[in-house]
C-alpha cells in the first residue's frame, strides 16, 4: 500500500478525532507501549517438550493443520517470525512443559531455573520479555485434583511444582529487568457431583498461600478463574467467586479469561468490580464459541467491550494483556497474526472513544446524546489510524501480512511433518 495515501487518511483521520476531542497522536503513543502477551502454546496446540503427549486438563485442540512446531527452535522460530509483522514489544509467554530439558526427561516436582536459561538468554536476543505459566495438566498426577488433592503425596508435588515455577518466574523478571507475570491456572474439577465442595476449595486456598509464602520480587503472580473443563463438568474448584475472593482477600493479581464464562454473559461487565477490589488484572483474550472453545481472538463486540471497559474505566496500565487460544484446524502463524492485530484494534478503539464528552453527557443525565456519540464514535475512521500504525512501525498494513504467512508457510511450516 501506497504510504502517502496511508498518511492522507491518517490526516483526514486525525481531523476528525480531534473534533470529537480525541488526540489520536496521544493513542498511538500508548498503544506502541501496550504490550501484549502472546501464548507460545499457539505453535504447537500444546504439547509442549515434556512427554509429547495427549492434552489433558479439561482444555482441548481441534484440527490437524499441517506446520506445528515440533521442537524448541521452531517455537522460537515461529515467535520471532511474528515478532517482525506485528507493531509493538511483546512478551512470550511460556508454560514449564516448555523447558529446555536438554533431550533429559524433567518431572515437574524437580523443574529448575536452569531449564529456563535458553530461553531468557534468547529472549535478551531478542529484546523480548517473558512471562511464564506454571502446569498441571497432561501429566499422570494431573488427575481431577492437583492443588486441591487431599491426597498429601500428590498435593505437595503439585505445590512443589508451582513453588518451583514461581523461583524460574523470578529469574526471568530479574533478568530483563521487569516483573514476569506468572499465572496459575488449575483445572481441578470434578466429572460429576462433588458432596464436600467446600472441603477441596480450603484445600486449594491452603495451597496457594503456602506456594505464596516466599518473597520473589521478579515474579508477579495471577490467578486463572474458570466455569468448566471438558470432563470436569459439574464442579471447579478454582470457580470465579473463588479467585474474586481470593485475589481481593490476598491483593493478587485476578485472570479474567474471556473463554471462561457463561456464553450470554457479558465479561466486560467483571471488569469494574474487579478493579475496585483487586490491584491488577492480567486478560486472557480469547473467542468462546458455544463453550470455552478457544477460537482465534477476533475484533467482535465482546472484545471491544472489554477493552472499552477498561479505558473508560482509567485503567487499562492495570492490566496486563495476554492471548491465550489455540486452534489447530489452520495456519498457527497466521493465527497468531489475526489475534494479535484484533486485539490492538480493539485496543485502539477504545482509546480513540471520545471519553471525555460521554462522561459528560451522562453526568447531565444527556442519554440521547451519549448513545448518538457512542454509536457515531463507531464508524470513526479508526482503519485509518490502525494502517499510520502499522505503517509507523515498519510492519505490512491491513492484508499484506496474509502474503507474508503464505510465504512463511512454503518455506518453513509446509516441511514439518
Ligand atoms: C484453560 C486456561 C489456561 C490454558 C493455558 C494453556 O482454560 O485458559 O490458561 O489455556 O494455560
Known amino acids: 500500500m501506497k504510504a502517502e495515501l496511508i498518511e492522507k487518511a491518517y490526516a483526514v483521520a486525525k481531523d476528525r478525532y480531534a473534533a470529537i476531542g480525541v488526540d489520536t ?14 501464548h507460545c502454546w499457539q505453535t504447537d496446540d500444546v504439547v509442549g517438550f515434556e512427554r509429547n503427549d495427549a ?13 506445528r512446531a515440533r521442537n524448541i527452535d521452531e517455537v ?9 509483522l506485528i507493531a509493538g514489544d511483546h512478551r512470550p509467554n511460556l508454560h514449564e512443559i516448555y523447558g529446555d530439558f536438554g533431550g533429559q526427561f524433567v518431572d515437574r516436582d524437580q523443574v529448575e531455573v536452569k531449564h529456563f536459561q535458553s530461553w531468557i538468554d534468547w529472549a535478551k536476543e531478542n529484546n523480548m520479555k517473558l512471562d511464564f505459566n506454571s502446569t498441571s495438566f497432561s501429566h499422570p498426577k494431573s488427575g481431577e485434583l492437583t492443588l486441591s488433592n487431599p491426597d498429601k503425596s500428590i498435593r505437595d508435588f503439585w505445590i512443589e511444582h508451582t513453588k518451583r515455577c514461581r523461583r524460574i518466574a523470578d529469574a526471568m523478571g530479574k533478568a530483563q529487568n521487569d516483573p ?3 499465572n496459575i491456572w488449575v483445572h481441578d474439577g470434578a466429572k460429576d457431583m462433588p458432596v464436600q465442595r467446600k472441603k477441596y476449595r480450603e484445600i486449594l486456598a491452603a495451597s496457594l ?18 466455569l468448566f473443563g471438558i470432563g470436569l463438568e459439574s464442579y471447579t474448584v478454582g470457580s470465579h467467586d473463588f479467585y474474586t475472593a481470593y485475589c481481593a482477600t490476598r491483593k493478587q493479581m485476578f485472570t479474567l479469561a474471556t473463554g471462561h464464562y457463561e456464553p450470554t454473559e457479558n465479561v466486560s461487565d467483571f471488569v469494574s468490580t474487579l478493579l475496585m477490589y483487586v490491584p491488577e488484572l492480567m486478560l486472557h483474550v480469547s473467542r468462546p464459541v458455544r463453550w470455552d472453545s478457544d477460537h482465534v481472538t477476533i475484533m467482535n463486540d465482546q472484545t471491544l467491550d472489554l477493552f472499552k471497559e477498561l479505558v473508560r474505566a482509567d485503567a487499562l496500565n492495570r492490566a496486563h494483556v495476554g492471548l491465550d487460544y489455540f486452534d489447530a484446524s489452520i495456519n498457527r502463524i497466521g ?14 478503539q477504545a482509546l480513540l472513544e471520545p471519553k471525555a464528552k460521554l462522561r459528560e453527557y451522562e453526568d447531565n443525565g444527556q442519554n440521547f446524546e451519549r448513545l448518538a456519540l457512542m454509536e457515531e ?9 490502525f494502517d499510520y500504525f502499522n505503517l509507523k512501525n515498519n510492519v505490512p498494513v491491513g492484508e499484506e501480512y496474509i ?11 509446509s516441511k514439518r511433518n
Open 55 to 67: 492434552l489433558s486438563g479439561g482444555i482441548q485442540t481441534t484440527g490437524n493443520y499441517p506446520g
Open 180 to 182: 514476569c507475570i506468572m
Open 335 to 348: 493465527a497468531y497474526l489475526v489475534g494479535t492485530r484484533a486485539t490492538q484494534k480493539c485496543i485502539l
Open 209 to 226: 498461600d503456602e506456594i505464596m509464602e516466599e518473597k520473589l520480587d521478579g515474579v508477579k503472580n495471577c490467578f486463572e478463574a474458570k
Open 25 to 38: 497522536d496521544a493513542v498511538l503513543e500508548q498503544l506502541q507501549k501496550q504490550q501484549i502477551s502472546l
Open 403 to 413: 502474503a507474508a504467512i503464505q510465504q512463511y508457510e512454503k518455506d518453513v511450516t
Open 76 to 84: 522460537r522460530k515461529d515467535i520471532e517470525f511474528v515478532k517482525t
Open 377 to 385: 464514535a463507531k464508524s470513526m475512521p479508526f482503519g485509518a489510524v
